[in-house]
């Protein structure tokens, strides 16, 4: 079993989410008492968020850097980040290191391919909605439509992942907006499926809250990330 290496603690609400998770799948896989070999490095976020919000996404890179070789020097097989928006500066991250990075984005494309999906809608942090690294990458690297909200509610959306979900505060309403968010993407532009892709999301949004599928960005990169430290 490779060891995995976490970089997490953005927020440490998800790191939490991802820690129980690859856990319960080594559990699930391998049965008895084996858990999953990891070392986590766990970052304050208030000053990750302050330099995301100013728009200081290289000293951002270096924060993570300086994490990621650490997990390395720990002797980590390979590495997740355990958020979608910093997956940002995964290009200025990978170098610095020399383990492999399991990119979120790759992990989710892989899994709409699978299942033939060719148009999806993106919920996730502005930065993640309306940025080129991420959504890109899945329509460039897979062939997948992607469609993100209207500003209003990328604001919506925004807001109740800083304010409450990075808080580990799960509100109805809240809920509620998202759903109906979704349920707009998916009328208006004939979505087949709708990316959760900010990581505390899946804490407020589960499949069947709403009529297409939901690919749950954390579950799909915990998955991915059990394959690889298994070698399948």
Same mark, same amino acid.
């Given at each position: 079993?490779?060891?995995?290496?976490?970089? #997490?603690?953005?927020?440490?609400?998800?790191?939490?989410?991802?820690?129980?998770?690859? !856990?319960?799948? *080594?559990?699930?896989?391998?049965?008895?008492?084996?858990?999953?070999?990891?070392?986590?490095?766990?970052?304050?976020?208030?000053?990750?968020?302050?330099?995301?919000?100013?728009?200081?996404?290289?000293?951002?890179?270096? /924060? @993570?850097?300086?994490?990621?070789?650490?997990?390395?020097?720990?002797?980590?097989?390979?590495? %997740?980040?355990?958020?979608?928006?910093?997956?940002?500066?995964?290009?200025? %991250?990978?170098?610095?290191?020399?383990?492999?990075?399991?990119? *979120?984005?790759?992990?989710? $494309?892989?899994?709409?391919?699978?299942?033939? %999906?060719?148009?999806?809608?993106?919920?996730?942090?502005?930065?993640?909605?309306?940025?080129?690294?991420?959504?890109?990458?899945?329509?460039?690297?897979? #062939?997948?439509?992607?469609?993100?909200? !209207?500003?209003?509610?990328?604001? %919506?959306?925004?807001?109740?992942?800083?304010?409450?979900?990075?808080?580990?505060?799960? =509100?109805?309403?809240?809920?509620?907006?998202?759903? =109906?968010?979704?349920?707009?993407?998916?009328?208006?532009?004939?979505?087949?499926?709708? /990316? @959760?892709?900010?990581?505390?999301?899946?804490?407020?949004?589960?499949? $069947?809250?709403?009529? *297409?599928?939901?690919?749950?960005?954390?579950?799909?990169?915990?998955?991915?990330?059990?394959?690889?430290?298994?070698?399948?």
């Amino acid at each position: 079993m490779k060891k995995i290496g976490m970089l #997490g603690g953005m927020s440490w609400e998800s790191s939490a989410t991802y820690y129980r998770l690859l !856990n319960e799948e *080594i559990k699930k896989r391998l049965g008895g008492l084996h858990s999953a070999k990891i070392i986590l490095s766990s970052v304050d976020f208030e000053e990750i968020e302050k330099f995301q919000h100013s728009a200081l996404w290289d000293e951002t890179a270096a /924060i @993570l850097s300086k994490e990621a070789k650490a997990i390395e020097d720990a002797k980590a097989d390979f590495l %997740i980040i355990c958020t979608n928006t910093m997956h940002k500066v995964v290009p200025k %991250i990978e170098k610095n290191i020399s383990i492999p990075i399991l990119h *979120i984005a790759d992990s989710t $494309g892989k899994a709409l391919v699978r299942d033939k %999906i060719k148009k999806v809608a993106l919920l996730g942090t502005k930065f993640t909605m309306t940025e080129e690294f991420y959504k890109n990458r899945i329509q460039e690297k897979f #062939g997948i439509e992607v469609v993100i909200p !209207n500003e209003k509610e990328q604001n %919506i959306i925004h807001d109740v992942i800083y304010k409450e979900l990075c808080l580990g505060k799960c =509100k109805r309403s809240s809920r509620d907006e998202y759903i =109906k968010i979704i349920k707009r993407l998916e009328e208006e532009y004939n979505c087949e499926g709708v /990316i @959760l892709g900010c990581t505390e999301i899946s804490m407020l949004i589960k499949q $069947g809250y709403v009529d *297409i599928p939901i690919y749950d960005t954390t579950l799909l990169h915990v998955l991915d990330a059990i394959d690889f430290a298994l070698e399948l």
